[in-house]
T-cell receptor, first 113, second 115 residues
């Protein structure tokens, strides 16, 4: 089976740093994605990790440890517009289509002024 | 990045009628398209995966006769909700992926309300 866990809600202050964790248990692994989704809109791609380590892209960074089944998304210099749901998704080739993603329940981040 | 469109963005229909939602990849060939359903404040639930020219693969619990999926070309997939009921009201999102790409590109979603 597949299990992807992330906190339901987080709150942070504008200008601060926030780390959103994601743990996963899947039969196979072929990459982990982070998406941002604003209410009523489709998810937008943030990052992709397939090897261990940190991927940095501007204010956003994503880390992966395959041995621990763990990833985090780090958001720096938070802005009000960062208030959104952040979805962790894992590609597990053993689940069927090699291109299929399984999504976590999402973390609703609220940025306060 | 690649662009995926969905039409309509919002639709209201009466119980018992059918609704068709289109998903198009505008600037790439989508060999695989995915259809998701999302309830308020919930994550995306995969409904089915479709490959161009072949029958869709439905997830467990998704009725294939109720949610008809047609992936007629490399740029178009359609989802038809047949004999809609109020409980079918939801946000439906498609995504598309090209042959050599690891990334899925999402459409803007369709808000379906069944009265």
């Amino acid at each position: 089976g597949q299990n992807i866990d992330q906190p339901t809600e987080m709150t942070a202050t504008e200008g601060a740093i926030v780390q959103i964790n994601c743990t996963y248990q899947t039969s196979g692994f072929n990459g982990l994605f982070w998406y941002q989704q604003h209410a009523g809109e489709a998810p937008t791609f943030l990052s992709y990790n397939v090897l261990d380590g940190l991927e940095e892209k501007g204010r956003f960074s994503s880390f992966l440890s395959r041995s621990k089944g763990y990833s985090y998304l780090l958001l720096k210099e938070l802005q009000m517009k960062d208030s959104a749901s952040y979805l962790c998704a894992v590609r597990d080739p053993s689940s069927g289509s090699a291109r299929q993603l399984t999504f976590g329940s999402g973390t609703q981040l609220t940025v306060l002024p | 990045g690649a662009v995926v469109s969905q039409h309509p963005s919002r639709v209201i229909c009466k119980s018992g009628t059918s609704v068709k939602i289109e998903c198009r990849s505008l600037d790439f060939q989508a060999t695989t398209m995915f259809w998701y359903r999302q309830f308020p404040k919930k994550s995306l639930m995969l409904m089915a995966t479709s490959n161009e020219g072949s029958k869709a693969t439905y997830e467990q619990g998704v009725e294939k006769d109720k949610f008809l999926i047609n992936h007629a070309s490399l740029t178009l997939s359609t989802l038809t909700v047949t004999s809609a009921h109020p409980e079918d009201s939801s946000f439906y999102i498609c995504s598309a992926r090209g042959r050599e790409s690891y990334e899925q590109y999402f459409g803007p979603g369709t808000r379906l309300t069944v009265t």
